[in-house]
């Protein structure tokens, strides 16, 4: 009994102690709680958070590393075309950025302004593409359907794609996911394509599948191109730094000055953690541009040893282009970005054009098919103005074996 109010008694005296010590300190410390009750709250409200719309757009992305997706010392590809030539170098490697699903496209392109172009056996045309998905929650991918309104089945369209590569041994299938964000890592498996199997190309020309290309002014695009010298250096794969100097072009639509796009519910935004600043650098617009093939190696190297960004024209032509090699770009005005109002659109005015965006593949088969009725009318008022001048016998036995352009 005496040991237990000898403990009250001390007890007591302890809580005494506790409140002389609290008392002339009771608002710091009162303040030092709510303090701690506030950064709990935060942290608990942090831990539960959903991430921002544009950090939703990118949870695929692991990492930014280019080279741990493109691995360049494997082949990666599931389907390629044979090489280019070494007895008969290329003289222009057209790459065509498609997609799996686009097989009406394709053929639109193959039957009109390419048909024009694979006479020529110095000239190497290829569709770049990755792997089809069906997958609806991916940012900006709408996979294509049926009549019925079905998804495409994901076993058809790699079945159909691997009968059209047989048919026409001009696809390339590489091992990444084609969707919009992903244009970045095409570009760079395009390059890897090119730097591998047609690295003697004397010039490269990138275009996409909905573009239309006047190919008369696209042969005197290169015609007349115009090179510049400089010095440059870059690092390959396997960390050798290289420094050469080179010839060189980079043509196509040139954008200087152009505001970077914060918008978070935009396919162009670009998230400031992966490009700081207000102003994008100086780049080409990516529905079509022209480089020499000197450029191969060094744009391929600095795109597989950078770190991803979405918007491939940017990456490419500008971070790569204008920023580490320093490279001067050439802005031509026959590269026209679109869509255009068909009821309005002047088509005659794609004779002025190199490359003109962005058009479903039955504009593009009648453009061509226009153009080329154009040419046979202007070739038989020549014929008939020939024979009404000359109006000899010889001249009609010419004009009988002439062959018809179509």
């Given amino acids: ?171 390339i299938l590489e091992d990444f996911m084609d969707t919009y964000l992903n244009l970045t890592l095409k570009t760079a498996f395009a390059l890897k394509w090119a730097a591998k199997n047609c690295r003697r190309a004397k010039y490269v020309f990138k275009v996409d599948d909905n573009v239309y290309v006047n190919h008369e002014n696209l042969i005197s695009l290169f015609e007349s191109v115009q090179f510049y010298k400089k010095e440059i250096n870059y690092e390959t794969p396997y960390g050798l730094n290289v420094t050469r100097t080179i010839p060189y072009a980079f043509l196509g639509h040139v954008m200087d000055s152009m505001n970077i796009n914060r918008d978070v519910n935009s396919k162009y935004f670009m998230p400031p953690e992966f490009l700081p600043g207000s102003l994008m650098p100086t780049f080409i617009r990516g529905l079509a541009y022209a480089f020499s093939g000197t450029l191969i190696l060094p744009l391929y190297y600095c795109l597989a040893g950078g770190r991803y960004i979405p918007g491939e024209d940017v990456m490419l ?70 024979l009404f001048l000359s109006n000899s016998y010889l001249s009609h036995r010419i004009i009988d074996s002439f062959p018809r352009i179509i």
């Avoid at 044979?82 to 193959?110: D, Y």
């Avoid at 971070?319 to 802005?331: A, S």
């Avoid at 679109?338 to 593009?364: Q, R, S, W, Y």
């Fill in 317 to 386: 032509s500008g971070i790569c282009g204008t920023k580490q090699l320093g490279l001067r770009l050439t802005h031509h005005p026959g590269f026209w970005r679109g869509p255009f109002n068909l009821e309005t659109f002047d088509m005659c005015l794609i004779k002025e054009a190199v490359a003109v965006h962005d058009f479903d593949p039955d504009v593009i088969t009648e453009i061509f098919e226009t153009i080329q009725e154009t040419i046979n009318i202007l070739y038989y008022f020549w014929m008939l103005s020939y």
């Fill in 1 to 171: 009994m005496e040991n237990k109010f000898t403990m009250r008694i001390k007890l007591t005296s302890s809580l005494k102690k506790i409140e002389q010590f609290i008392h002339p300190h009771r608002t710091l410390i009162l303040t030092g709680y709510v303090v701690f009750i506030f950064l709990l709250t935060i942290i608990v409200v942090l831990t539960n958070i959903q991430p921002p719309h544009y950090y939703k757009s990118f949870l695929w992305l692991k990492e930014r590393n280019m080279s741990n997706f493109i691995r360049h010392e494997e082949e990666t590809f599931f389907m390629s075309p044979v090489r280019c030539s070494l007895r008969s170098p290329t003289q222009i490697l057209i790459l065509i950025f498609s997609s799996p699903q686009n097989f009406v496209a394709r053929e639109a392109v193959r039957e009109s302004w390419a048909s024009a172009l694979t006479q020529s056996n110095q000239i190497r045309i290829v569709f770049i593409m990755g792997r089809y998905t069906p997958d609806t929650t991916i940012p900006f991918h709408t996979p294509p359907t049926d009549i019925d309104g079905n998804i495409l089945d994901k076993e058809f369209v790699e079945n159909r794609l691997y009968v059209e590569s047989i048919q026409h041994n001009d696809i």
